[in-house]
């Protein structure tokens, strides 16, 4: 049974050991710092009320304020939350960002609510959130929630405030504060850091062949990316199913095939694939961009990419990531492949701090450099520590930086 928080734990204590982290330190990110639950009794559009669990954890502020994710999916749970909030904290620090990790959400299944449900239960989550602004804890935007999801939470923020606020909450439409490019910054991330992984390895990015699981926010921005670069983009899947195609997907078909069906099945030309397949298809580049847990001990001996890049959070456990090592697969671990959004949330902000708002060709430009620059990092330690994984490189990076601001702290 995948248990998704343990699995986190236990990496960060392997990077821990092998980073000589103080154990005083690598004790207290154990666990987060601080969790709040609570519930939200939503009124429907029938006049029914309904209650929806809701929660938010700020995993570990030593090197600012926690930052980040408001997931909205029916099986959400407290653990789920405290295993993406521990990523968030790393990732923020391996990437070298003033902010401590925090994640939350509510169980609940958007597709089930109305559009003014969905708003109402947006705004009820800061109103029982009771968010402190800026320098305390941000909300931004994952799964089941979206630019204007995040316009309404950062409105009811201000309404409450009666204060103009812009960086209390990111992943917002430009009009209200939000940064260009902040859709796309974790498609072109990935995008980013495979280009800088394949020049490494050698990989000829023309023709390539790539199989992307998932094709929401990130994985089609993602696709888009392969595609115009050249590469053979041979399969594609969403939550229900798969397509194949030898000869590479029409990627902007696909899109818009998805954009009138809601699904990627039923593409014209293409045979239909499991979720399964994909990941275990004859492929040189492997994407997983939709859930956790998805490459395990069990399918990972018949998963052979060249390059493994993980758009999304978690996908490959701790024992799978051995085996594929073993076998000669380059993971580009999700730290590093998906921290475009994080670099852009940190944009988004001193934007919104200082209320004077950039171009995308200096978003993007430093969106990459950021990226790249993390990437490189991650080697580099991996290296100086005697290992070849990426993922224990930016784990050791990230646990050297918040240990550091911790002592100075005179916390441990
Ligand atoms: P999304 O909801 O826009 O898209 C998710 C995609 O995955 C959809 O195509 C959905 O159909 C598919 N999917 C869902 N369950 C699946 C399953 N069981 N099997 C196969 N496909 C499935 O979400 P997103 O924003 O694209 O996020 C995808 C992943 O990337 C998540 O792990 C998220 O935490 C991570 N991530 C997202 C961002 C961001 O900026 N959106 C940043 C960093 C990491």
């Known amino acids: ?5 343990e699995q986190s734990t236990r990496l960060m204590q392997q990077a821990a050991e092998l980073g000589a982290i103080d154990p005083a330190v690598a004790d207290l990110l154990a666990a987060p710092a601080r969790v709040v639950a609570f519930r939200i009794p939503l009124k429907m559009d029938d006049g029914s009320c309904r209650i929806f669990e809701a929660f938010r954890v700020r995993y570990n502020d030593a090197l600012g304020p926690t930052r980040d994710g408001t997931r909205i999916s029916p099986d959400l749970d407290l653990e789920e939350c405290k295993a993406l909030a521990l990523i968030m904290s790393i990732k923020h620090a391996a990437g070298l960002i003033p902010a401590g990790g925090g994640k939350g959400g509510i169980a609940a299944d958007p ?5 003014w449900e969905f708003e109402r239960l947006c705004r009820a989550y800061i109103r029982y959130l009771r968010p402190m602004g800026p320098d305390y804890d941000v909300p931004g935007a994952d799964i089941g929630t979206d630019l204007q999801s995040m316009a309404w939470m950062l409105d009811e923020y201000e309404q409450i405030t009666g204060r103009h606020a812009p960086a209390a909450v990111n992943d917002k439409p430009t009009i209200i504060g939000g940064t260009l490019g902040g859709y796309e910054a974790t498609g072109n991330g990935v995008f980013d850091v495979f280009r800088e992984a394949a020049e490494e390895s050698g990989l000829e990015i023309q023709g390539a062949s790539v199989a992307l699981q998932g094709f929401g926010q990130v994985g089609s921005v993602a696709a888009l990316c392969f595609h115009e670069a050249g590469c053979r983009v041979v399969a594609v899947s969403d939550s229900r199913g ?8 029409n990627v902007p078909a696909l899109l818009e095939h998805k954009r009138q069906t809601g699904r990627v099945a039923g593409f014209p030309g293409t045979t239909l694939i499991t979720n399964a397949e994909l990941l275990e298809s004859d492929c040189q580049v492997l994407v997983p961009a939709a859930r956790q847990g998805v490459i395990t001990e069990d399918n990972a001996p018949r998963i052979r990419p060249r390059l493994l890049v993980e758009a999304a959070n978690a996908p490959t456990t ?3 990531d051995a085996i594929l090592m073993e076998n000669g697969v380059i993971v580009v671990p999700d730290v590093l492949a998906n921290a475009g959004s994080v670099h852009l949330c940190q944009m988004e902000r ?8 950039w171009d995308l060709d200096k978003v993007s430009r430093l ?14 330690t991996a290296a100086r520590y005697g290992v070849t994984s990426a993922r224990l490189g930016a784990w050791i990076n990230a646990l050297k930086r918040i240990e550091e601001a911790v002592k100075t702290r005179g916390w441990c």
């Open 1 to 5: 049974m995948y248990d998704f928080l």
């Open 111 to 115: 597709r089930e609510l109305s559009r």
């Open 350 to 357: 001193t934007q919104g701090l200082c209320d004077d708002y």
């Open 318 to 320: 701790v024992e799978a």
């Open 367 to 380: 969106r990459r450099e950021r990226l790249v620059g993390g990437y490189r990092s991650a080697l580099n």
């Open 242 to 249: 798969g397509v194949y195609a030898e000869d590479g997907l």
